[in-house]
Nanobody
Framework: QLQLVESGGGLVQPGGSLRLSCAAS????????IGWFRQAPGKEREGVSC????????YYTDSVKGRFTISRDNAKNAVYLQVNSLRPEDTAVYYC????????????????WGQGTQVTVSS
């Protein structure tokens, strides 16, 4: 069974940091582009970051550039999203998703999804 599981979310004060993890079972993440998306209440799901397969190129939406970092650990079959300098507007459920080899910002292009992890930024 192909499965993605996110973890690492939580409640953090503005300016704080978290490390979100995306672990896979049933398939090898290195063979896929992995995207991180988030969805806040009443808003559409938006792409946050992506790391492609093969080249390992990384991509970030403008609002998180310089604050978020995506990375892979192939030995652990996991992808991470380090989120720093968090702001209240970063509050959302964060999802990881897998698709072919190449990153894409459209959520509909992804085949496999995790269940999400909640990130809440509040003082």
């Amino acid at each position: 069974q192909l499965q993605l599981v996110e973890s690492g979310g939580g409640l953090v004060q503005p300016g704080g940091s978290l490390r979100l993890s995306c672990a896979a079972s049933g398939f090898t993440l290195d063979n896929y582009a992995i995207g991180w998306f988030r969805q806040a209440p009443g808003k559409e799901r938006e792409g946050v970051s992506c790391i492609s397969s093969s080249t390992g190129n990384t991509y970030y939406t403008d609002s998180v550039k310089g604050r978020f970092t995506i990375s892979r650990d192939n030995a652990k079959n996991a992808v991470y999203l380090q989120v720093n300098s968090l702001r209240p507007e970063d509050t959302a459920v964060y999802y990881c998703a897998a698709r072919g080899l190449i990153c894409n910002w459209r959520a509909t292009e992804y085949e496999y999804w995790g269940q999400g992890t909640q990130v809440t930024v509040s003082s």
